[in-house]
């Protein structure tokens, strides 16, 4: 279900991503796509910090060094963040830049003048790299000495979703948002096999009973990549323009965000018009409307119908160009033999194995299509092929 808003209540005045809003909307999951710089990892990890701040200030004294000074050595927000990038190799990455001071330092400068010449303070990580890692805000005596107070505020944490078998136990009642960052892979094949029901996996290892309540919610950051991807297919999402598309009942929320990214005029004239610029500064998709369509009509001959395929409930030609294309038409072959990959009716041939083809030639994108509305519709049919046969489970959803 689409709903229909003709303005953008999903952006400040200052052009940023509202992340306010966006919260108080999401029950369970939102897929936040938008243009690159409008602030949406940036946006999510200082409201977690924002929140999680006023959590600790309300249940520790920090008015004089001497409070400060008898606070436990290690404290933890109760408001916190769990930050996902697809692999661990992505995830460490990202750790180097992503506690930017911008989100603590309104805390630090709220302290006491004579803590801050007594303390320094820095980031810490711990933990192994091939594991989930805990992020603390750590402040530590400046004087050298044998033994010196540290204290240390634990902040969130970070894994990837392929470390999804190393995040269980009885949950962790603190972390309050899931952000998940380029949930979109620049190639198609770089997804991990299940990767949606992954994601829910550790969703509920980290919520258990909170998960539904609204105590625990999932974000999921990316630019418009593609709109084939295995997100949009597991929650049959395919309203690739609407500004906001509800799924299950409200449970899972697509936002396509208009905001328009933050670059000097200078960029924006270099970038404007090309393929880049589609996806960074107006955050379309590349492969929605136009791309690959070729009506058959106009296609080189000769024109050769290979067989037909059922695609939903509607009968499609596979035909082969004169230049080798491979295309889909609603013009059909009645001497060529229709498959399918359910039950056959009549004449009809039961097999998978046409669709498993152009499954992988929709994923390299190498197949062609009659019209923008035959390409939506094969497309959806064919995207369970590129993603569910990656493994021998069935996708179970929420």
């Not at 306010?20 to 200082?46: N, S």
């Not at 520790?60 to 606070?71: G, P, R, S, V």
């Not at 408001?79 to 930017?100: N, P, S």
């Not at 803590?115 to 530590?140: A, M, N, Q, W």
Request: net charge negative.
């Amino acid at each position: 279900m689409s709903a229909i808003i003709t303005v953008n209540p999903y952006e400040t005045e200052e052009g940023w991503l509202n992340t306010e809003l966006l919260w108080d909307e999401i029950e369970q999951f939102g897929v936040i796509v938008g243009a690159r710089g409008v602030g949406k990892t940036y946006g999510w990890m200082d409201f977690s910090l924002d929140r999680g701040f006023d959590t600790i200030r309300d249940k520790y004294d920090f008015e004089t060094l001497e409070e400060f000074e008898k606070l436990p050595e290690e404290m933890k927000l109760d408001f916190q963040f769990y930050y996902l990038r697809r692999t661990g190799t992505q995830a460490e990455a990202a750790a180097e830049d992503l506690m930017l001071e911008d989100f603590y330092i309104d805390f630090v400068n709220s302290l006491n003048e004579e803590i801050l010449e007594k303390y320094d303070y820095y980031i810490e990580y711990t933990g192994s790299k091939k594991g989930p890692r805990k992020i603390y805000l750590v402040f530590r005596e400046k004087e050298e000495k044998k033994k010196r107070i540290r204290k240390s505020i634990l902040l969130g944490r970070i894994a990837a979703l392929s470390m999804a078998e190393k995040i269980r136990g009885p949950g962790i009642p603190e972390i309050k948002i899931i952000i998940v960052d380029e949930f979109q892979a620049k190639k198609n094949w770089d997804y991990l096999p299940n990767e949606p029901a992954e994601l829910e996996d550790i969703y509920e290892s980290i919520g258990r009973i909170r998960c539904g309540t609204g105590d625990i919610k999932v974000v999921l950051l990316g630019n418009s990549g593609t709109i084939l991807n295995p997100y949009f297919d597991y929650y049959d999402y395919d309203e690739f323009t609407e500004l906001k598309t509800i799924k299950k009942g409200g449970e899972a929320i697509f936002y396509h965000l208009p905001n328009k990214a933050k670059r000097s005029e200078k960029s924006k004239n270099l970038f404007k018009g090309s393929a880049y610029g589609k996806y960074s500064l107006d955050n379309d998709y590349a492969d929605n409307q136009m791309f690959n369509v070729l009506r058959l009509k106009d296609a080189i001959p000769p024109r050769k119908c290979l067989y037909n395929v059922v695609i939903g409930d509607l009968p499609m030609g596979i035909w082969k160009t004169g230049d080798q294309k491979i295309l889909i038409s609603r013009i059909t072959d009645d001497d060529k033999p229709t498959f399918v990959d359910r039950m056959p009716i009549n004449n009809e041939h039961q097999d998978i194995q046409p669709y498993v083809i152009l499954a992988d030639k929709v994923a390299h994108k190498t197949l062609h299509f009659d019209s923008p509305e035959l390409r939506l519709k094969s497309e959806k049919h064919l995207r369970r092929y590129v993603y569910h046969r990656k493994s021998s489970n069935t996708w179970e959803k929420f």
